[in-house]
């Protein structure tokens, strides 16, 4: 069975210093990973994705991701945290068999000024 | 450029009453799919199609129905309305082949009194 955690419901940071949010995912064959972004009352939007290759994948809007098979995590990360960053963000992996997509819980992200 | 569109954007019914919500994407993706998204549930899979003529269940099947007629349409039917499935439901889909993302729409809000 595919599956992601992400065991922060919520993350806090100051707006200038490095932020992480974690994901670990549980998957049979080769992953395909992924982070989205939601804002209040909006629908999700892609950040980034692994796919194969480069254990750092960088997506939209400065953030990266690295992906680690031995720790099987795909953690999303920011040199340097804008109050605008703050939002839900979403881990998810894709089914190699049947195409569905399974999220995680999300992590909500607060910069603070 | 329209993506995925989901109406209406916001409804409230009745207890026992039925209603669609309908999304259609202009992308010609062959993977259409229905979430309910509850606060600290993350993301459920309702409903998905492969492509038209072909649906199948996801997590959180009971008490709605799908269709996919054609590619572009995948309405979703609450068949009696209950007070458990006040929610927000995005509609999203994807081309079909694993290392492609998924496109949300904007989430339809509905609330069931």
């Known amino acids: 069975a595919q599956s992601v955690a992400q065991p922060e419901d919520q993350v806090n940071v100051a707006e200038g210093n490095p932020l992480t949010v974690k994901c670990t995912y549980s998957?049979?064959?080769?992953?395909?990973l992924f982070w989205y972004v939601q804002y209040p009352n909006r629908g999700l939007q892609f950040l980034l994705k692994y796919i194969t290759g480069d254990n750092l994948v960088k997506g939209s809007y400065g953030f990266e991701a690295e992906f680690n098979k031995s720790q099987t995590s795909f953690h999303l990360k920011k040199p340097s945290a804008l109050v605008s960053d703050s939002a839900l963000y979403f881990c998810a992996v894709r089914a190699n068999t049947g195409n569905q997509f399974y999220f995680g819980t999300g992590t909500s992200l607060t910069v603070i000024p | 450029n329209a993506g995925v569109t989901q109406t209406p954007k916001f409804q409230v019914l009745k207890t026992g009453q039925s209603m669609t919500l309908q999304c259609a994407q202009d992308?010609?993706?062959?993977?259409m799919s229905w979430y309910r998204q509850d606060p600290g549930m993350g993301l459920r899979l309702i409903h998905y199609?492969?492509?038209?003529?072909?649906?199948d269940q996801g997590e959180v099947p009971n008490g709605y129905n799908v269709s996919r007629s054609t590619t572009e349409d995948f309405p979703l039917r609450l068949l009696s309305a209950a007070p458990s499935q006040t929610s927000v439901y995005f509609c999203a889909s994807s081309p079909g082949s694993f290392g492609n993302t998924i496109y949300f729409g904007e989430g339809s809000w509905l609330t069931v009194v």
């Open positions: 992308m010609n993706h062959e993977y």
């Open positions: 998957v049979s064959g080769n992953p395909y």
């Open positions: 199609s492969v492509g038209a003529g072909i649906t």
